[in-house]
């Protein structure tokens, strides 16, 4: 199999880019680092949760189009979708993109074209680029550059990579439109296209503005909550208005975008980034907030009835309905009660994970029976209909009564 398109990185936007790829008969070659993920893929199986995504694998693997590999294959499109996580303060580490780029470069041939779609820090792309021609400059100008976010939702990403528009901004004319004839092959929606520098703050802008709206949900709840009213009604009734469109507030914010994309402005433009740095503040605050109104429900009970409590910690994953529990502010919330633990029996749930390498999982069902005290902290669907006795205490961060 000679590949035209090699992706690096096959996670939750890797691996479902690539098998959209591949559904359209264009061989793919898929990289990642992880030798279990490779073979996982390989048997036409997918490693990750996410609707339809299964299929789409498994008819790509059988009909040739779709392999995976733990080492670059040369291909005349490279799409670079790894992890940007942070080093030091909230300091964007772009080092998963270098190591990409270093694997890629020896096999980088003239009119080929080189596509970053992983969430980066502003001049990314600019910089590859340079890195690029340092290490090849006989390709200097004969390559294609440039950079594509994802914008899509865990849950629906086949889907909304199909439908959604898209920002693509090469390092050069040439480059943008080169980017924007690869992805009209597969993509409906709109491309839009600038240069590779607004493309990199688009993401991040759009995210930053999501965590600044959940933010303001966020602490409607903390008000609402010392002035004894019930912020699940408010917000239905402000939204009345055919000009306010306010957010649900939940236990924080969470996922590799919108908990992570604000602080890759804020690292670089400090002083110009007043109110998304006071967004994830509030965001992270909210998290705090939810620990210790558990860890204050757990003395309340055990001055009421003179034991202590069972506590059910209800979901682990950063949203409703996945399996994704990267930057989940539930996840902390249970790391923080835990570490409060004074041999209370503690229920840790989250349906949509079989098992996982710290906490001990319990069936949902089970764990409201048994649970004195039940901390609702993600909406998974499964939540919804339980039928939970009145002389349980229930701690609803997420809005599953509303």
């Known amino acids: ?53 299964g299929d789409a694998v498994a008819q790509a693997v059988e009909k040739g ?9 040369a291909a005349s499109t490279y799409l670079v979708v790894v992890p940007t996580p942070f080093k030091g303060n909230h300091e964007p580490d772009i080092s998963y993109v270098e190591a ?9 041939k003239e009119d080929d074209l080189y596509i970053i779609e992983s969430t980066s820090p502003v001049g990314t792309t600019e910089k590859m ?40 901004g090469g390092v050069d004319e040439a480059s943008t439109q080169k980017a924007i004839t690869f992805y009209k092959d597969f993509v409906k929606g709109e491309l839009h296209a600038t240069n590779a520098r607004t493309a990199e703050m688009c993401k991040l802008t759009e995210n930053s503005s999501r965590d600044v709206q959940i933010a303001f949900a966020n602490e409607l709840s ?17 939204n009345k208005h055919p000009r306010v469109n306010i957010l649900q507030p939940g236990c924080g914010v969470g996922g590799h975008c919108i908990a992570v994309d604000p ?35 757990k003395q309340e009970f055990e001055l009421k009835h003179h034991r202590k409590p069972s506590i059910a910690l209800m979901g682990l994953a950063f949203k409703p309905n996945i399996d994704d529990l990267r930057e989940s502010p539930a996840k ?19 349906p949509n994970v079989e098992s996982h390498q710290v906490f001990k999982l319990t069936h949902y069902e089970e764990a409201t029976k048994k649970a004195d ?14 039928e939970i006795s009145d002389e349980k205490v229930v701690l609803d961060f997420c809005g599953i009564y509303t």
């Open 100 to 108: 990409a780029t270093k694997e890629i470069i020896p096999h980088l």
């Open 222 to 238: 903390l008000i609402c909550d010392k002035a004894g009213i019930n912020v699940w009604e408010l917000i239905d009734l402000a």
């Open 332 to 350: 902390y919330i249970v790391q923080r009660v835990l570490q409060n633990a004074q041999d209370e029996d503690y229920y840790i749930v989250e």
């Open 65 to 73: 189009y779709l392999k995976a590999g733990t080492k670059i294959e």
């Open 129 to 168: 680029r340079d890195y690029i021609y340092t290490e090849r400059p006989e390709l200097e100008n004969k390559i294609h550059i440039a950079y594509c976010p994802e914008r899509v939702l865990p849950g629906n990403v086949m889907y909304e990579l199909v439908h959604n528009d898209r920002v693509i």
């Open 263 to 297: 602080y890759f402005i804020t690292s670089e433009f400090p002083m110009e980034s007043q109110i998304i740095g006071k967004a994830r503040e509030i965001n992270n605050y909210k998290s705090f907030w939810c620990a210790e109104q558990v860890v204050k429900a």
């Open 1 to 53: 199999m000679t590949p035209k398109v090699t992706t690096v990185g096959l996670g939750y936007i890797g691996l479902p880019t690539s098998a959209l790829i591949a559904s359209n008969g264009v061989k793919v070659f898929g990289v990642d680092i992880n030798p279990e993920v490779v073979e996982t893929i390989n048997q036409g199986k997918i490693h990750i949760v996410e609707p339809d995504l």
């Open 373 to 386: 005290i039940i901390v609702f902290l993600v909406a998974h669907n499964e939540f919804k209909s339980l």
